[in-house]
């Protein structure tokens, strides 16, 4: 009971860290990421991320989605209390574009996983015997 919570609270944590790490640390793009549009690069990737860490260790899917938009926001809104930085909404959306995605590898891994399981055979026995 004790270690499901403690590899969710893990994952949490590293999540966070990466999120706090990637939106905190500014490369130097060339080419079409160069700008702002690498910072757009940097939020769909984080919250992709994030979104995919979380939904491994979570079996309440929309519960989990549902959380990490709302990271996203806070994160985003918290930025008016700050003076160098400044509310973007195409920064709130790239953070939603890596969250859908995530999501969407999450069901395609799923339906991958489950076509590769064996469908489960009746028990012709108890069908032979009449029982």
Known sequence: ???PLIHTATTGA?????VTFALLYQPSFSGPWE??????LQHAC??????LLILTASKRTLLAIAGV????TALEAAQWMVPARTVSLADLGASALGIALAWCLII???AFVARLRPSPQPNTERQ???A
């Open 1 to 3: 009971m004790i270690l």
């Open 14 to 18: 590293v999540a966070v860290t990466i």
């Open 35 to 40: 700008g702002a549009n690498s910072d757009l």
């Open 46 to 51: 984080a919250f992709g991320l994030l979104t």
């Open 69 to 72: 938009m709302t990271f996203a």
């Open 108 to 110: 395609l891994t799923r």
């Open 128 to 130: 032979a015997s009449g």
